[in-house]
């Protein structure tokens, strides 16, 4: 299997754990644990899991000195505004809005790519942006005339997006230069270090007993797959594909999510964000041609 192959099966995998871990995250949050001791936690656990790695890998800790601020922006985009974006947004909106917002990745992948790395502009992608544009405000306009908390929880999760999709562009370069596990580690250091002060203001200490396993298993499944498995990945394909190819596989995440959260019955697919879809989903396409 060529490295090409197998970097879009990875990709592949990775879209169904995203597209999972929408409606698998709301069955512990906010009911049973708050955004921030999730984030706090995951972040936490991640750290300390790819520093034993490298350790026990013999892998090696070292950046030079001229990739400090590309590395500390990473941590920034990468992994405290993205978390606390996503995090806080999912558990204020639905699954399926939360999915289709993630829409915004490629699209500033796109922007940022024709700015800094001069990638063609063309009238079919700026066609691609205003409709793909127009679909995420009908939605949120939806969610404003329904529900405070939605419309607040789709803002947050397009700016975890955007956050995220400025995270792709600036990696790759330190990707390309270094082991995947010490990107990890260094970013969610600083991640959590950049974090602390939101998660010391919010935390909460839960009441573990009353902690069901469903949520117990979902939580696993945030940790491990969703962020150790799920950012280890995510940079590994990036020495193979570039951030524009990784990020146009977000248009397949609604369509699982939205099965899995009509399956387990914590959402549901309206005219409005049928509508919404099409017209997020359609744009995005375009952009990416």
Not at 117 to 133: E, F, M, P, Q
Not at 150 to 178: C, E, P, Q
Request: charged share 10%; with cysteine.
């Amino acid at each position: 299997m060529n490295r090409i192959t197998r970097a879009h099966l990875l990709l592949w995998l990775l879209t169904i754990i995203t597209g999972f871990n929408y409606t698998i995250a709301k069955m512990v949050m906010p009911v049973y644990l708050p955004a921030s001791t999730i984030i706090w936690i995951r972040m936490s656990i991640t750290t300390l899991f790819f520093s034993m790695f490298i350790l026990l890998a013999k892998r090696s800790f070292y950046i030079e000195k001229q990739d400090y601020l590309r590395l500390f922006f990473c941590g920034l985009f990468g992994v405290t505004l993205n978390q606390i974006f996503f995090y806080e947004g999912l558990s204020r909106t639905a699954p399926i809005n939360a999915s289709l917002m993630m829409a915004a990745i490629p699209v500033t992948v796109f922007i940022l790519s024709a700015i800094f790395l001069k990638d063609k502009i063309t009238w079919v992608r700026i066609t691609g942006l205003v409709i793909s544009a127009s679909g995420a405000v009908m939605l949120l306009l939806h969610s404003k005339g329904t529900f405070t908390g939605l419309f607040i929880g789709d803002i947050l999760v397009i700016l975890n997006a955007i956050s995220y999709g400025i995270f792709l562009v600036i990696a790759r370069r330190l990707i390309m230069k270094y082991d995947s596990a010490t990107i990890v580690f260094w970013i969610f250091l600083i991640g959590t270090i950049l974090s602390f002060p939101y998660s010391f203001t919010h935390f909460t200490v839960p009441e573990w007993r009353m902690i069901p396993m469903q949520a117990w298993l979902a939580l696993g499944f945030i940790i491990v797959f969703a962020t150790i498995l799920n950012y280890y990945l995510s940079l590994d394909v990036l020495k193979d594909v570039s951030p524009s190819i990784s990020s146009i596989y977000v248009y397949i995440q609604p369509i699982i999510a939205a099965a899995v959260a009509i399956y387990f019955s914590s959402d549901a697919l309206d005219m409005q964000k049928f509508m919404s879809s099409i017209a997020i989903l359609a744009g995005v396409y375009m952009v990416s041609k």
